[in-house]
């Protein structure tokens, strides 16, 4: 079992940036790829962003390709997800994903899931 818990996420203006935490736990962190999702009022979760167990990797969404960043520190069992130029579609719930075997990149490739921190962007 992995415990997920996103912070970071919060109201800027359009242009702005936020960087998003996901501090993981229960087991081995670097064991597991991870992903950022988002979830916007009424529509579908989709995958943002995916990194693989060590790093490598980086994978985004075309709507975001340019302006977000994800990382991780295995030391500090945390995924990061440095968000830039942020505009008003970015408005959503991000959520945090780990799967034990590849980088999850739809939400049902997903075995973990974090509570979710609201991103608004306004314009």
């Known amino acids: 079992q992995v415990q997920l818990a996103e912070s970071g996420g919060g109201s800027v203006q359009a242009g702005g940036s936020l960087r998003l935490s996901c501090a993981a736990s229960g087991r081995t962190f670097s064991n597991y790829a991870m992903a950022w999702f988002r979830q916007a009022l009424g529509k579908e979760r989709e995958v943002v962003a995916g990194?693989?167990?060590?790093?490598?990797?980086?994978t985004y969404a075309d709507s975001v390709k340019g302006r977000f960043t994800i990382s991780r520190e295995n030391a500090k069992n945390t995924v990061f997800l440095q968000m830039n130029s942020l505009k008003p579609e970015d408005t959503a719930v991000y959520y945090c994903?780990?799967?034990?075997?590849?980088?999850?990149?739809?939400?049902?490739?997903?075995?973990?899931w974090g509570q979710g921190t609201q991103v608004t962007v306004s314009s």
């Open positions: 994903a780990a799967n034990r075997m590849f980088i999850p990149m739809t939400p049902r490739g997903a075995d973990y």
């Open positions: 990194i693989n167990m060590s790093g490598g990797w980086p």
